[in-house]
């Protein structure tokens, strides 16, 4: 007998979840609550654990593909019936209601449960009243032991961590004898016992632990060569230009459809994932054909305007910030701007670009919201005279007009592009006019022509 594996509701506005890793591939054996596949949403990150135990026949929503909550994302099957676990629901399997036997002895020997597969012995270290005579009818898994704390989800892990317990001398009061929060809550306070109004001064935990202390503090090192070089460029260039940003908001709501959609014939067609980068660069090179100011040069007293976009886009490496380059990028489709991406900073981190690679960009691209920020004030670094900057992709409710003209609010994939230019060349409405170009072409999402797959 086969069984689906759903995304579960991780939050109240959560939706969507993206899965960033599978821990099991088809074939392999899976028990009920280990942990089955890493998820990311908006809100979280999180391990989904396997509901079922068996084996895995499906999987059927690859790594970095998007998926609604209550979407299949795999199938198990092969699993002893009455393997699996009861899920959210378990009280379900309550009927076959004794009248309220051993209410007063919650430790006698195993509960007579309507003909269960296991018979689920209560190791009861520490029964909690009222609550063991509950859940022993319920379980369809053996407790387990005090000795072994089974799997906990990461929010429970991090609790446990940051209270100082050992998970392993706790007893899980959860379905199969998973540790749950108030286990822990109950551990620090010395009772073992489920107390649920007790944990007052729990809840008023912090929301986030303080980050693990560098082992750069109080050291010196010397700079390296590429560190130094980094800093002069940027001093020569605030030294020499007049910059300044502009920033405008952009509702890529097609486009994030659009990925949903070809998303499965991308990788297959190119072995990468499609992300937001390669309309970002798209377009931005698209527009500067319209808007030459910005992809040029000043030369003295003379004004160099390039005959091709070629599009610099910031690598963080170990090393430092480095700007590989992708020429011509006005004429390429978003499949060819994907894969130069993606093989450009591979190469780049491994620092194996040739140096012909680094050199040549008229324009620079910046991925600022690939670790969750808004939007930044890049810097021009000269020859160029601009850099813009995509902050990350967040949704949220905005003001949006119906077919009929009336406006409405509705959650849109929504992000900021910054502009940084050089006022010595570029002007406010200069930056202002590419930018709406910019914008308008990301709106309409009108991409398809462009995917080249």
């Known amino acids: 007998m086969s069984e689906s ?43 989904i654990p396997s509901p079922f135990a068996g084996v895995v026949e499906q999987i059927l929503v690859q790594e970095d593909e998007t998926v609604l909550v209550g979407g299949v994302l795999a ?5 002893a019936p009455g393997a699996s676990a009861p899920v959210e629901a378990a009280p379900v399997a309550e009927p076959a209601a004794a009248p309220a036997p051993a209410v007063e002895a919650p430790v006698a020997a195993p509960v ?80 073992v016992a489920v107390a649920p109004s007790a944990p007052a001064a729990p809840v008023a935990a912090p929301a986030a632990a303080p980050a693990a202390p560098s082992a750069l503090r109080g050291t010196t090192e010397q700079m390296t060569r590429l560190r130094k070089v980094l800093a002069e460029r940027a001093v020569a260039s605030m030294q ?21 959609q070809v998303q499965p014939q991308f990788v297959a067609a190119t072995g990468g994932k499609l992300n937001f980068m390669p309309f970002f660069t798209l377009a931005a090179a698209e527009a500067l054909r319209a808007h030459p100011k910005l992809n040029a040069s000043i030369d003295g007293d003379n004004i160099v305007y390039h005959p091709q976009e070629n599009i610099s886009f910031a690598v963080d490496t170990e090393r430092g910030l480095l700007t590989p380059v992708i020429r011509d990028a006005a004429s390429l489709n978003i499949a060819q701007i994907a894969v130069s991406i993606a093989d450009l900073a591979g190469r780049t981190r491994e620092n194996k670009l040739k140096p012909d690679e680094l050199g040549g960009g008229t324009f620079t691209l910046t991925n600022t919201g690939s670790r969750g920020a808004l939007f930044d004030t890049p810097v021009v ?17 905005v003001v949006v007009q119906t077919a009929d003209g009336a406006d409405t609010i509705a959650i849109r994939s929504m992000v900021y592009l910054a502009l940084s230019y050089d006022h010595r060349l570029v002007d406010g409405a200069d930056a202002s006019r590419y930018l709406v170009d910019v914008k308008a072409r990301l709106e309409a999402g009108n ?4 995917l080249g797959i």
């Open 381 to 397: 670094f000269l020859p160029q005279v601009a850099i813009l900057g995509t902050g990350v992709v967040t949704k949220r409710p």
């Open 240 to 260: 020499q230009t007049a910059q300044l940003t502009t920033v405008v908001e952009v509702d890529v709501t097609k486009i994030a459809a659009l990925r949903a």
């Open 112 to 191: 007579a449960a309507p003909a269960p597969v296991v018979e689920a012995p209560v190791a009861a270290p520490v029964a909690a009243p009222a609550a063991a005579p509950v859940a022993a009818p319920i379980v369809s898994a053996p407790v387990a032991a005090a000795s072994d704390a089974g799997y906990v989800t990461p929010l429970v892990r991090k609790l446990a961590n940051e209270a100082g317990v050992d998970l392993h001398n706790i007893a899980g009061t959860g379905i199969g004898g998973r540790i749950r929060k108030d286990d822990v809550l109950a551990a620090t306070t010395g009772s």
């Open 447 to 450: 991409f398809e022509p462009n």
């Open 5 to 47: 594996v759903v995304l579960p509701a991780l939050g109240e506005s959560v939706t969507e979840g993206t899965v960033t890793r599978w821990l099991k591939k088809v074939g392999d054996t899976v028990a009920v609550d280990e942990p089955l596949v890493e998820v990311s949403t908006d809100k979280v990150d999180t391990e």
């Open 75 to 79: 199938i198990i099957g092969g699993g």
